[in-house]
């Protein structure tokens, strides 16, 4: 899994939210969780790739990948 420190300081940043590619991946798209809520997943069978975009959030949280819901 992934896990995010707590932001520091008042950095504001310009984006809004983290785009993650997984490279190799074989099978159907998992189940998501970013924080305990469900993030959309996508699966590239041809590019073997599974992609979610991830919220921008100052807290600490941790992304969970599952089975298949």
Do not use: Y
């Not at 305990?36 to 975009?53: H, I, N």
Request: charged residues 20%.
């Amino acid at each position: 899994g992934l896990t995010f420190e707590a932001r520091q300081g008042r950095f504001k940043p310009w984006w809004r939210g983290i785009s993650i590619v997984m490279h190799g991946w074989d099978g159907p798209a998992p189940k998501v969780t970013f924080g305990g809520k469900a993030v959309m997943a996508s699966v590239d069978p041809e590019k073997r790739t599974l992609r979610f975009t991830l919220p921008d959030i100052a807290r600490a949280g941790s992304v969970t990948i599952g089975a298949q819901p």
